[in-house]
């Protein structure tokens, strides 16, 4: 995760939670780590043991760590409204890379 993604997704969760303290609901604590990176949860189309379906649909999250217990909760980045500036980003990541490329 580039330090402009995830400033992007902390501003998006700190007007979502409005200045609310978030409290782990394992230990009490209130201090948060952000881990580097998303979590893709698949979800599965039916309630059967069946085995996992690929290229389905899936919810992309972000995991928040309490840096007391290690409790981890997932928050969703659609909700927050960020995943298309998100992708946004990556694309322009790409294509800087590919211009680089093609510049050495």
Request: glycine share 10%; hydrophobic share 45%.
């Amino acid at each position: 995760m580039t330090s402009e993604e995830r400033n992007l997704i902390l501003e998006a969760l700190s007007r979502s939670i409005g200045g609310v303290k978030f409290i782990c609901s394992l230990c009490g604590g209130t201090r948060w780590n952000v881990l580097d990176g998303v979590v893709m949860l698949p979800l599965q189309p039916e309630m059967k043991a069946v085995g996992l379906v690929i290229g389905g649909p899936a919810l992309t999250l972000l995991p928040l760590m309490c840096n007391h217990c290690g409790c981890t909760v997932f928050v969703n980045l659609a909700k927050l409204g960020i995943l298309k500036k998100l992708e946004d980003i990556e694309a322009l990541q790409k294509g800087d890379e590919l211009i680089n490329e093609a510049l050495s």
